[in-house]
């Protein structure tokens, strides 16, 4: 490590975010005395980043001038080794110069040909250049990194079989199977809904009154089957039932609560009768009132105030609200707690 190299790397300007982070690791790596020649997993490991977006910053910093790539040779087993990068503070570093010049040793120096030396020239002396160990060059030279010396078209020039190596998969935001699930149930309820409508009273092209139209209306009817636990069949036949005495479709669903709730209460006189071990029918709307005492009916609306579910104001009135109190079902703070006066 080298401060001095680091803050070098600190004082360029002009670069990307990840580029210079590129050029502050390398810098974290070179040493004084040795250099700077971290493998390409070192670095992507350091800044976080996959081998071929590594490869594409130090393109960007060596076009800039920053550093210069000098590919290494081991000359016995003439494998790749890690490249050596010559930064831009180091006295031997000079830009990268893709262009050949045999002044660098980049290149082959041309062969100028003329009409009295052509003949004496044999074609195989053009750029013959024997095999040298020390840089593994010569002819039918093998890729020594162990790859295809030819471009791929994947990966361009890049010898990295599999460049991107740090994968990332952004997770979905919802799963697939709910997401359909929960569209399938809205189509659901709006077949309902526009059942329950018609049977209302409501043409199925008329403009519906405030009340009845948007998600608040439908969120209430939602109430009536997650509160009251009544189904959409139980739902659908209790309107068809208020028809007969309110034949004019209803202005909104909140005046239908009491009507729901006494279908619920119906229901619940039912089921405990058939859990008695009592086969009977569900109460007919004219029969609900007689068997049911005061007590009765103050104990069925008291566990209903005292539940934390949805409570339709229109539901409790005040002979209901009294019997409650002097039995001592339930208390004043929780009935202004549930908005019964």
């Given at each position: 490590m080298s401060h001095d190299a680091t803050n070098w790397a600190i004082q360029r300007r002009g670069l990307k975010p990840t580029t210079k982070i590129v050029l502050w690791h390398l810098c974290d790596r070179f040493n004084p005395d040795y250099g700077c020649f971290p493998s390409q997993d070192r670095l992507a490991h350091d800044c976080e980043i996959s081998r071929s977006t590594l490869n594409e910053h130090?393109?960007?910093?060596?076009?800039?001038?920053?550093?210069?790539?000098?590919?290494?040779?081991?000359?016995?087993?003439?494998?790749?080794?890690?490249?050596?990068?010559?930064?831009?503070?180091?006295?031997?570093?000079?830009?990268?110069?893709?262009k050949p010049c045999p002044e660098t040793g980049h290149g082959f120096s041309p062969v100028v040909y003329d009409a009295e030396t052509a003949p004496e020239i044999a074609p195989s002396a053009v750029n013959s250049v024997e095999p040298c160990p020390e840089i593994a060059?010569?002819?039918?030279?093998?890729?020594?990194s162990g790859f295809c010396h030819n471009p791929c078209p994947e990966n361009a020039e890049s010898r990295v079989r599999n460049p991107d190596t740090n994968l990332v998969r952004e997770p979905l935001s919802k799963p697939v199977k709910e997401e359909e699930d929960a569209q399938a149930r809205d189509i659901d309820f709006d077949r309902f809904f526009a059942e329950l409508l018609t049977a209302l009273g409501f043409a199925a092209n008329a403009a519906l009154p405030a009340w009845w139209q948007g998600s608040p209306a439908r969120l209430h009817v939602r109430r009536w089957i997650k509160d009251l636990g009544l189904t959409e069949d139980r739902i659908i036949e209790t309107a068809t039932e208020t028809r007969s005495d309110h034949p004019n479709p209803p202005d909104g669903p909140k005046a239908l609560d009491r009507f729901m709730a006494r279908a619920a209460q119906r229901d619940a006189i039912a089921a405990t009768a058939n859990a008695n071990g009592k086969k009977t029918k569900r109460p007919s709307k004219g029969e609900v009132k007689l068997p049911l005492s005061d007590d009765e009916k103050?104990?069925?609306?008291?566990?209903?105030?005292?539940?934390?579910?949805?409570?339709?104001?229109?539901?409790?009135?005040?002979?209901?609200?009294?019997?409650?109190?002097?039995?001592?079902?339930?208390?004043p703070e929780r009935l202004r707690q549930r908005g019964v006066r």
């Open positions: 130090l393109d960007r910093l060596e076009a800039e001038k920053l550093l210069r790539r000098v590919p290494r040779i081991d000359p016995v087993t003439k494998r790749q080794l890690p490249t050596r990068y010559i930064l831009g503070f180091e006295e031997s570093f000079t830009p990268h110069d893709p060059h010569g002819n039918l030279q093998e890729a020594v103050a104990a069925f609306y008291a566990k209903m105030v005292n539940a934390d579910g949805y409570l339709p104001q229109s539901v409790i009135s005040n002979t209901i609200r009294d019997a409650m109190l002097a039995r001592g079902l339930v208390t």
